[in-house]
């Protein structure tokens, strides 16, 4: 399907930071990701923003993830912060080329490891660990686009 197709889907997490600021530093640092668009609210808060990984924002093979501050809204009564809600729903899985460089890198900016990197069964590395909100994260050499022929 051509990437201007109206029928093209991407999935792009969100998720909700009691400091999502500080979160854009920390998963910047972290994780590798890049500022693609931050949009600053009252009192140096972030309102909304996205962080893109990869070659190239927007091109095959990047990958985004959008955060934000509660703003006390409709919406954000939907959301729990996984520390207060025991655990979390969703775990963003994120394909890198070095899973143990970026263990490493993660882990020196303070990621709690709750799996260390490990070769899986189903092929590719792996290694799971959480930012200082709680939120989960995997990230692995397993790409599931791959051409397995």
Same mark, same amino acid.
């Given at each position: 399907?051509? +990437?201007?197709? *109206?029928?093209?889907?991407?999935?792009? @997490?969100?998720? !909700?930071? !009691? %400091?999502?600021?500080?979160?854009?530093?920390?998963?910047?640092?972290? =994780?590798? =990701?890049? !500022?693609? &668009?931050?949009?600053?609210?009252?009192?140096?808060?972030?309102?909304?923003?996205?962080?893109?990984?990869?070659?190239?924002?927007?091109?095959?093979?990047?990958?985004?993830?959008? &955060?934000?501050? #509660?703003?006390?809204? %409709?919406? #954000?009564?939907?959301?729990?912060? *996984?520390?207060?809600?025991?655990?979390?729903?969703?775990?963003?899985?994120?394909?890198?080329?070095?899973?143990?460089? $970026? $263990? %490493?890198?993660?882990?020196? +900016?303070?990621?709690?490891?709750?799996?260390? @990197?490990? %070769?899986?069964?189903?092929?590719? !590395?792996?290694? +799971?660990?959480?930012? @200082?909100?709680?939120?989960?994260?995997? =990230?692995?050499?397993? #790409?599931?686009?791959?051409?397995?022929?």
């Amino acid at each position: 399907m051509p +990437a201007d197709s *109206p029928a093209m889907a991407c999935i792009i @997490p969100a998720l !909700r930071y !009691r %400091d999502a600021a500080a979160a854009v530093d920390w998963l910047c640092q972290a =994780f590798g =990701f890049e !500022r693609h &668009l931050v949009v600053p609210g009252e009192g140096g808060k972030v309102v909304h923003a996205q962080l893109t990984l990869g070659p190239e924002a927007g091109a095959n093979g990047s990958g985004m993830v959008m &955060l934000d501050s #509660d703003s006390g809204g %409709d919406y #954000d009564r939907l959301l729990r912060d *996984p520390q207060a809600a025991g655990g979390v729903t969703q775990a963003p899985y994120v394909v890198v080329a070095d899973v143990d460089a $970026h $263990h %490493d890198r993660a882990k020196a +900016a303070g990621a709690v490891i709750v799996m260390a @990197p490990e %070769d899986q069964e189903h092929g590719g !590395r792996l290694y +799971a660990c959480k930012d @200082p909100e709680g939120h989960l994260w995997n =990230f692995g050499s397993y #790409d599931p686009w791959a051409d397995t022929t």
